[in-house]
Nanobody
């Protein structure tokens, strides 16, 4: 089973930016759609963004649209989530997944997906 690894989180102030990375070793992500999800303390995990294998189609959850940008570099086997104008409500552990279900602003894990990694913590605080 492919295990994805997230990195790039940290502690930032409101209005600042972070770039998250999602990669894996031993297999190629080039043919897979990738999704970013997040889970804040006491809340359910929610879909944030997803990108298809070519990178031409992207989806965003409503609250991050116009602030976050998902992209991929298949040559580097990496998918990125550029997060700008971060808000306190963006504080969460961020995860990436394979082959999410993306329909408009609704992004959900593939049914039966259970290969969640460690995630990367993003904390936005003044």
């Amino acid at each position: 089973q492919v295990q994805l690894v997230e990195s790039g989180g940290g502690l930032v102030q409101p209005g600042e930016s972070l770039r998250l990375s999602c990669t894996t070793s031993g297999s190629s992500l080039a043919y897979s759609a990738i999704g970013w999800f997040r889970q804040a303390p006491g809340k359910e995990r929610e879909g944030v963004s997803c990108i298809n294998s070519s990178g031409r189609n992207t989806h965003y959850e409503g609250s991050v649209k116009d602030r976050f940008t998902i992209s991929r570099d298949n040559a580097k086997n990496t998918v990125y989530l550029q997060m700008n104008r971060l808000q306190v409500d963006d504080t969460a552990v961020y995860y990436c997944t394979l082959e999410p279900v993306c329909m408009g602003t609704r992004i959900t894990p593939r049914p039966g997906y259970n290969s969640w990694g460690q995630g990367t913590q993003v904390t936005v605080s003044s």
